[in-house]
């Protein structure tokens, strides 16, 4: 996107964050060395990955016995099973991201400023809040993820003085997250070989799920913002189509019919805009087709999540390391829900207004057939626009208000099952 003062590439951090956790291709251009280390790199990460996930499906069946151990790890086990969607969206779905991008980003729409009308200013704060979200989502993830061990490793040194466990102790004991330890894990050292290998883990899972939500969240708020300049576009019409023809500030005209030229650029440009609207449209339903059953998931989830760090949180001491880490993923969970409701509820609040804003442009003069097109759009534009769960339900702040309602419920429900 160029020209306008516009910004160069909306989704410029959010490539940065796919090459640093490997959703990208090197092209030719990258030396070969280089090429063979990043995918060296990427499949020794992604593999220990998948060897940690295999290892919590191992333990379930050891944690059905004990629901303060079976409650606490399922709700780690779902997170990861949404992540495993989240990383199909991002590799698998590639180019119908590349084109939802394109059509954000489609240089034939691209607006001259107007009095308080700055569409590249618009798109640049919106860049900005977008990367910095980004960024902070994806750091926040990863501490999560080396808080785990840090916490682990600490309280292992304080308790544990010597190389050997003492004979009641375990390294179970001291994991803040539950998982089959594939090898050996009797001696100090052997714990933190299971720690690192849980940290990293939990770190290539904190990648995806962070990459992935801040490029949904860059996409959403992109979107959004093309919505509210197009309705700035609507509502601008007349005063940039007389400065585009070099009219005087005050020109007053009865009917445009008389003036011919202006008649025609003022519904060309309209025309021009309600196309743009319409691309904006299909963008929202690209993204629907896209992320709707990964955002059901991701709602699921949290609902388990958040009753599930509630339930452990309050059958272990206040000043265990174990009741630090339920309350920080419980608040990183929420974060994470609250940063894509809030977004998705920006796209309804925003297209909200698209019939109104055309209203408000300067149409009593206008031509017959700019009124009939100006009906027509406003007509089209009467079904609310949002991004849905699952096809059942807009993603709002409502969702989030009943996901912490919901979660409530379950928590009583499994502390009465205790």
């Given at each position: 996107?160029?020209?306008?003062?516009y910004?160069?590439?909306?989704?410029?951090?959010?490539?940065?964050?796919?090459?640093?956790?490997?959703?990208?291709?090197?092209?030719?251009?990258?030396?070969?060395?280089l090429?063979?280390?990043?995918?060296?790199?990427?499949?020794?990460?992604?593999?220990?990955?998948?060897?940690f996930?295999?290892?919590?499906?191992?333990?379930?069946?050891?944690?059905?016995?004990?629901?303060?151990?079976?409650?606490?790890?399922?709700?780690?086990?779902?997170?990861?099973?949404?992540?495993?969607?989240?990383?199909?969206?991002?590799?698998?779905?590639r180019?119908?991201?590349?084109?939802?991008m394109?059509?954000?980003?489609?240089?034939?729409?691209?607006?001259?400023?107007?009095?308080?009308?700055?569409?590249?200013?618009?798109?640049?704060?919106?860049?900005?809040?977008?990367?910095?979200?980004?960024?902070?989502?994806?750091?926040?993830?990863?501490?999560?993820?080396?808080?785990?061990?840090?916490?682990?490793?600490?309280?292992?040194n304080?308790?544990?003085?010597?190389?050997?466990?003492?004979?009641?102790?375990?390294?179970?004991?001291?994991?803040?997250?539950?998982?089959?330890?594939?090898?050996n894990?009797?001696?100090?050292?052997?714990?933190?070989?299971?720690?690192?290998?849980?940290?990293?883990?939990?770190?290539v899972?904190?990648?995806?799920?962070?990459?992935?939500?801040?490029?949904?969240?860059?996409?959403?708020?992109?979107?959004?913002?093309?919505?509210?300049?197009?309705?700035?576009?609507?509502?601008?019409?007349?005063?940039?189509?007389?400065?585009?023809?070099?009219?005087?500030?005050?020109?007053?005209?009865?009917?445009d019919?008389?003036?011919?030229?202006?008649?025609?650029?003022?519904?060309?440009?309209?025309?021009?805009?309600?196309?743009?609207?319409?691309?904006?449209?299909?963008?929202?339903?690209?993204?629907?087709?896209?992320?709707?059953?990964?955002?059901?998931?991701?709602?699921?989830?949290?609902?388990?999540?958040?009753?599930?760090?509630?339930?452990?949180?309050?059958?272990?001491?206040?000043?265990?390391?174990?009741?630090?880490?339920?309350?920080?993923?419980?608040?990183?969970?929420?974060?994470?829900?609250?940063?894509?409701?809030?977004?998705?509820?920006?796209?309804?609040?925003?297209?909200?207004?698209?019939?109104?804003?055309?209203?408000?442009?300067?149409?009593?003069?206008?031509?017959?057939?700019?009124?009939?097109?100006?009906?027509?759009?406003?007509?089209?534009?009467?079904?609310?626009?949002?991004?849905?769960i699952?096809?059942?339900?807009?993603?709002?702040?409502?969702?989030?208000?009943?996901?912490?309602?919901?979660?409530?419920?379950?928590?009583?429900?499994?502390?009465?099952?205790?």
């Open positions: 996107m160029s020209g306008m003062n910004p160069k590439d909306f989704f410029y951090v959010n490539k940065i964050l796919q090459r640093v956790t490997g959703f990208w291709l090197p092209g030719k251009e990258i030396h070969l060395i090429r063979v280390l990043f995918y060296l790199y990427i499949t020794l990460a992604y593999s220990v990955s998948i060897f996930f295999i290892c919590e499906i191992i333990i379930v069946s050891e944690t059905v016995k004990d629901l303060n151990k079976f409650v606490r790890q399922f709700g780690m086990l779902f997170t990861h099973v949404v992540g495993i969607l989240k990383f199909y969206i991002l590799v698998f779905r180019k119908s991201l590349q084109k939802i394109d059509m954000l980003q489609d240089k034939d729409y691209v607006y001259e400023p107007q009095g308080t009308f700055q569409p590249g200013l618009m798109l640049s704060k919106a860049k900005r809040l977008t990367s910095f979200v980004s960024v902070m989502v994806f750091i926040l993830y990863n501490f999560v993820g080396m808080s785990a061990q840090i916490s682990s490793t600490i309280t292992l304080e308790v544990v003085k010597d190389d050997h466990l003492p004979g009641n102790l375990t390294c179970y004991d001291f994991l803040p997250y539950y998982f089959y330890i594939p090898f894990a009797v001696t100090k050292f052997q714990c933190h070989v299971a720690f690192t290998f849980m940290n990293v883990s939990l770190d899972f904190a990648w995806i799920i962070g990459t992935h939500d801040g490029f949904f969240v860059t996409l959403m708020n992109c979107l959004k913002t093309q919505l509210e300049i197009v309705q700035c576009a609507f509502r601008t019409i007349r005063e940039r189509c007389e400065k585009r023809l070099d009219l005087p500030e005050n020109y007053k005209i009865f009917v019919e008389s003036n011919p030229t202006l008649e025609k650029t003022l519904y060309d440009e309209l025309t021009h805009c309600t196309k743009h609207l319409n691309i904006l449209l299909q963008v929202r339903d690209d993204i629907e087709n896209v992320f709707t059953y990964v955002t059901l998931a991701q709602t699921l989830a949290s609902l388990i999540i958040f009753a599930s760090c509630l339930y452990v949180a309050s059958t272990v001491s206040m000043t265990s390391p174990e009741f630090f880490a339920q309350v920080e993923y419980f608040l990183c969970v929420l974060v994470q829900l609250s940063v894509i409701c809030f977004f998705g509820n920006e796209i309804t609040t925003a297209s909200a207004q698209t019939g109104v804003s055309l209203y408000e442009c300067d149409w009593f003069s206008s031509s017959l057939r700019f009124k009939r097109s100006m009906i027509l759009t406003m007509s089209r534009i009467q079904r609310p626009v949002y991004v849905s699952g096809k059942f339900s807009p993603l709002t702040l409502a969702t989030l208000v009943a996901v912490c309602r919901g979660s409530f419920s379950y928590f009583t429900l499994f502390k009465s099952v205790q």
